[in-house]
């Protein structure tokens, strides 16, 4: 076995069964990802539209891709037909034309709310009032084509545990928020996407369905 493959293997026998393993494949070549591929991977995150559609457009059909990066309105219609997940969920304005490109592709996508926790000003997302009134907001908005799943946040880059930690118990506690005033009833909003290379363990002892890991699988990346 190669080592994206035992680093694959590996991470999915330390989590729980019902957290989803995204490979974080930015910046990372065809071949690697078809190594992730052969190993059994199917779920894949990019943060860059251009790079995702190359990537989709020669890699197997199969592979279910996850958007995690920021995300421009007009872009959104190059992915719309085919993307997976969009955890970048940032403004109303995103979201309403995440709705209009879906529709046009007759398809319902899935999203998170984008919430921002973090102590650095450069990590975007919504502030945790303005990600509660969004998925309030949304109810009346009417959406066919968009399917509000939960959350997804990001620590600081930190080494102190504690602060790590005390993040992901933040976005775990917006998550029930949104769910209690929001989506009481709604069984697909049932995701907390958080955790990458350096803190995926905690994340999943915080309460994590989703850990996003790139460097621990294919090693560095190389800058763009
Ligand atoms: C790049 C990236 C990751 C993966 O980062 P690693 O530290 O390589 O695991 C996860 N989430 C987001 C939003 C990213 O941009």
């Known amino acids: ?3 994206i493959s035992n680093n694959i293997h590996s991470i999915k026998e330390q989590i729980p069964q019902h957290v989803n393993l995204i490979a974080v494949s930015k910046f990372q070549s065809n071949d690697s990802i078809l190594e992730a591929y052969s190993a059994g991977q199917r779920l894949f995150g990019e943060n860059y539209v251009q790079e995702l559609c190359d990537k989709a457009n020669l890699l197997p059909q199969d592979i279910q891709w996850h958007f995690i990066g920021h995300l421009q309105s007009n872009k959104v219609k190059y992915i719309a037909p085919f993307v997976s997940m969009i955890h970048s969920v940032d403004s109303k304005k995103l979201l309403l034309e995440i709705e209009k490109q879906a529709a046009k592709s007759n398809r319902v996508i899935d999203v998170l709310l984008q919430v921002h926790v973090a102590q650095e000003e450069t990590k975007s997302g919504l ?3 303005e990600c509660t009134s969004l998925a309030e907001e949304s109810i009346s908005l009417g ?4 399917r509000i799943c939960g959350i997804m946040g990001m620590a600081s880059f930190s080494e102190d545990q504690n602060l790590i930690a005390s993040e992901f118990a933040a976005i775990k506690s ?3 928020k949104v769910k209690e005033n929001a989506f009481f009833t709604d069984k697909n909003f049932c995701q907390i996407s958080m955790g990458m290379s350096s803190d995926w363990r905690l994340a999943v002892s ?10 621990s699988i294919f090693g560095e990346r190389k800058t763009k």
Do not use: D, Q, W, Y
């Open 143 to 146: 959406l066919h084509h968009v």
């Open 174 to 176: 917006i998550f029930e």
């Open 127 to 129: 502030s945790p009032e």
């Open 206 to 215: 915080k309460g994590s369905t989703m850990i996003r890991v790139g460097s």
């Open 1 to 3: 076995m190669n080592s």
